[in-house]
């Protein structure tokens, strides 16, 4: 069987960086638990902002979370309040997350000590307009699984998203997979489309990947995303 690997994974520190920055001394099991927490809790709440991607940077006394959103205003609210209120139910979330497993015993109450130290850090929240969201493979995943969640056909869908994203000058080559009762059918499937170049197998190729999903009434389709925009030279 082929060995599947997520594009960025080949490319960390060549042309790509993690997501999560930081020194985290020999504690580093909980703060990245504490990281995926913050991630998952940002994702599910802020579904409609159309959100790219979120980078967390960890420093001794302060944790900066990076948020690039296609719809900055519906984050940051009238005055600022919506980061704000963030930054409040973010402290909450980590807070119950550790305390409540610390209290069912799964973790030593060293951590209850860690979470304390966690919600002491200053959090602060940067705001990240996108202006083009068609050269970004997540926000085009999430714009195809809401053309799938309105019941327009597949098909349709694929070629819409080929023609817009081929559309822009970067952009050298596209290529989209969906998966599951596509349309409604008995059997699941894959069907993709593709135009332009995609070398998968390159290293130095600039290709940004998403998957996401898309919850129909009849199960959930799965979409995958790659977009090649040219060759990165160190």
Not at 1 to 10: D, E, I, Y
Request: glycine share 8%.
């Amino acid at each position: 069987m082929g060995h599947k690997v997520h594009p960025k994974s080949f490319r960390i520190k060549g042309i790509e960086d993690w997501n999560v920055r930081g020194f985290y001394g020999k504690k580093m099991p909980q703060h990245l638990e504490m990281d995926f927490l913050i991630k998952d809790f940002l994702r599910n709440i802020l579904i409609e902002a159309s959100v790219s991607n979120i980078e967390i940077e960890h420093s001794a006394n302060k944790i900066n979370i990076i948020i690039e959103s296609a719809r900055p205003g519906l984050i940051i609210g009238r005055g600022g309040e919506g980061v704000e209120s963030l930054k409040k139910m973010i402290t909450k979330k980590i807070h119950d997350k550790v305390f409540s497993t610390a209290r069912q015993g799964e973790v030593k109450l060293k951590n209850a000590d860690l979470a304390k130290a966690n919600i002491a850090k200053e959090i602060k929240i940067d705001i990240k307009e996108i202006k083009n969201p068609w050269i970004l493979s997540m926000l085009v995943a999430q714009w195809a699984a809401q053309q799938l969640e309105k019941r327009i056909p597949f098909r349709q869908v694929l070629k819409q998203v080929l023609e817009k994203v081929m559309q822009n000058k970067e952009v050298q080559g596209v290529r989209i997979e969906v998966s599951g009762r596509l349309n409604g059918v008995e059997i699941a499937r894959k069907e993709w489309l593709k135009q332009g170049r995609m070398p998968r197998q390159t290293i130095r190729a600039d290709i940004d990947y998403a998957q996401y999903e898309a919850h129909c009434t009849y199960g959930v389709i799965g979409i995958k995303v790659w977009i090649y925009k040219g060759e990165k030279f160190s």
